[in-house]
């Protein structure tokens, strides 16, 4: 099934809510596994949290995470410290290209027993679980922060605690600073500093309860429409300034994209609209080493206003759900678009006009569906296999509905 999307960009606004971030409510639940007397409020909605949900309330013998690689990564650790009891975790075909090495090397040298079913470095996963007793341990910092922030989230349970030196540049680092962030609220003693991430033990938390903030990620989606829009204005809660989350960096970047930000504390909510007479720049140039996933959605709002681009510490979307680098040179390439990608980066040159009746693959991965849907402001666009949205933001469709998008099943 597809959809076509059109839309005729006069001007519109809205009022709507997004559920709380995947990857707070992730990190959340994993802390709740092993402490048991968190409550949670605004926990997300999206495929990810609501497969981690479910073996965390029922660990199985044999795990099934589908294109979830958070529930995997973060599984791989918790089921590792599961003593006397075995397991198998498995996934998609995607799932099994994943490399997960770095992890499990990790938590093997701390005392884990962990071996692969088929094909080394890779899943399907065989964990025995059995006693860690933690201590200090040294890895790559250009590695996925969700193989350190992993590790992380069971420290505190660990009797030794858990010091990580890291070394290098970082990747992702708003990431582990959240993790830091979560462990604190609850209670657990640590710290971040000069690429040591220190985390004492804590046998046991006071009862905590805690109200997740709305996901940026998915809101960068609503970036973009405003961007590309003719005149809009929309009202999305709950959103902080001060968020945790890497990605509240959107409202800064977006600036330079003809999109204002007003915080309203009263409400905690965020009112986004477009500048009035705003003069687009020729050219941006991000490092998003610490952003990486609003890359596709900032490479795209530039494609459709004709902005030229340079984005750079992209290494980590090699391994996401698909090769993103060039899932979007060859998709915005069918649109009319000049892109060069690297390893690392992603070169868009500017474009004048746009191919019309173009079909967009989404290689089972949701940021492409959501980051091309709002090209439909500027032509008519097909987006394939939509459903991968719920991976991390089932409202999508609905809220675009909302603003007046026009969706027909193809």
């Given at each position: 099934?597809?959809?076509?999307?059109?839309h005729?960009?006069?001007?519109?606004?809205?009022?709507?809510?997004i559920?709380?971030?995947?990857?707070?409510?992730?990190?959340?639940?994993?802390?709740?596994?092993?402490?048991?007397?968190l409550?949670i409020?605004?926990?997300?909605?999206?495929d990810d949290?609501?497969?981690?949900?479910?073996?965390?309330?029922n660990?199985?013998?044999?795990?099934?995470v589908?294109?979830?690689?958070?529930?995997m990564?973060?599984?791989?650790?918790?089921?590792?410290?599961?003593?006397?009891?075995?397991f198998?975790?498995?996934?998609s075909?995607?799932?099994?290209?994943?490399?997960?090495?770095?992890?499990?090397q990790?938590?093997?040298?701390?005392?884990?027993?962990i071996?692969?079913?088929?094909?080394?470095?890779?899943?399907?996963?065989i964990?025995?679980?059995?006693?860690?007793f933690?201590?200090?341990?040294?890895?790559?910092?250009?590695?996925?922060?969700?193989?350190i922030?992993?590790?992380?989230?069971?420290a505190?349970?660990?009797?030794?605690?858990?010091l990580?030196?890291l070394?290098?540049?970082?990747?992702?680092?708003?990431?582990?600073?959240?993790?830091?962030?979560?462990?604190?609220?609850?209670?657990?003693?640590?710290y971040?500093?000069n690429?040591?991430?220190?985390?004492?033990?804590?046998s046991?938390?006071?009862?905590?309860?805690?109200?997740?903030?709305?996901?940026?990620?998915?809101?960068?989606?609503?970036?973009?429409?405003?961007?590309?829009?003719?005149?809009?204005?929309?009202?999305?809660?709950?959103?902080?300034?001060?968020?945790?989350?890497?990605d509240?960096?959107?409202?800064?970047?977006?600036?330079?994209?003809?999109v204002?930000t007003?915080?309203?504390?009263?409400?905690?909510?965020?009112?986004?609209?477009?500048?009035?007479d705003?003069?687009?720049?020729?050219?941006i140039?991000?490092?998003?080493?610490?952003?990486?996933d609003i890359?596709?959605?900032?490479?795209?709002?530039?494609?459709?206003?004709?902005?030229?681009?340079?984005?750079?510490?992209?290494?980590?979307?090699?391994?996401?759900?698909?090769d993103?680098?060039?899932?979007?040179?060859?998709?915005?390439?069918?649109?009319?678009?000049n892109?060069?990608?690297?390893?690392?980066?992603?070169h868009?040159?500017?474009?004048?006009?746009?191919?019309?009746g173009?079909?967009?693959?989404?290689?089972?991965?949701?940021?492409?569906?959501m980051?091309?849907?709002?090209?439909?402001?500027?032509?008519?666009?097909?987006?394939?296999?939509?459903?991968?949205?719920?991976?991390?933001?089932?409202?999508?469709?609905?809220d675009?509905?909302?603003?007046n998008?026009?969706?027909?099943?193809?």
């Open positions: 099934m597809s959809y076509l999307i059109n005729n960009n006069n001007s519109f606004s809205n009022s709507f809510e559920s709380g971030s995947k990857s707070e409510s992730n990190r959340l639940l994993i802390l709740n596994s092993i402490y048991g007397n409550k409020d605004n926990l997300s909605n999206s949290t609501v497969i981690l949900d479910k073996y965390i309330t660990l199985e013998s044999h795990i099934d589908h294109h979830a690689g958070t529930a990564r973060f599984l791989t650790a918790l089921l590792a410290i599961k003593t006397n009891k075995k198998v975790i498995t996934g075909k995607r799932m099994k290209e994943r490399p997960i090495k770095i992890l499990v990790a938590l093997n040298k701390l005392g884990a027993n071996s692969y079913f088929d094909k080394k470095g890779f899943p399907p996963l964990i025995k679980g059995q006693e860690i933690g201590g200090e341990i040294s890895l790559s910092s250009n590695i996925s922060s969700q193989y922030s992993a590790l992380m989230l069971i505190p349970i660990l009797k030794n605690g858990l990580i030196n070394e290098g540049k970082i990747t992702s680092k708003p990431y582990l600073e959240m993790t830091l962030a979560i462990l604190k609220k609850i209670g657990i003693n640590c971040f500093k690429n040591i991430i220190s985390i004492e033990h804590c046991k938390i006071n009862n905590s309860a805690i109200s997740i903030e709305s996901d940026w990620s998915s809101v960068s989606y609503f970036y973009s429409i405003v961007a590309l829009s003719n005149a809009a204005e929309l009202n999305i809660g709950t959103f902080y300034k001060s968020s945790i989350q890497g509240v960096k959107l409202y800064e970047i977006y600036a330079k994209l003809g204002e007003k915080f309203i504390k009263s409400s905690s909510r965020i009112l986004i609209k477009k500048i009035n705003f003069i687009k720049p020729d050219h140039d991000l490092d998003l080493t610490e952003n990486p890359a596709q959605t900032i490479a795209v709002t530039c494609f459709g206003l004709g902005i030229s681009c340079d984005l750079f510490g992209l290494h980590t979307l090699k391994i996401k759900e698909t993103r680098l060039e899932a979007l040179k060859i998709e915005l390439s069918k649109l009319g678009a892109v060069k990608v690297t390893n690392n980066s992603f868009l040159a500017p474009t004048f006009s746009i191919n019309n173009i079909s967009i693959e989404t290689y089972n991965d949701h940021r492409m569906a980051a091309f849907a709002p090209l439909a402001l500027m032509t008519p666009i097909i987006i394939n296999n939509p459903d991968v949205v719920t991976k991390s933001y089932k409202d999508f469709w609905k675009l509905k909302s603003l998008f026009n969706l027909s099943k193809i």
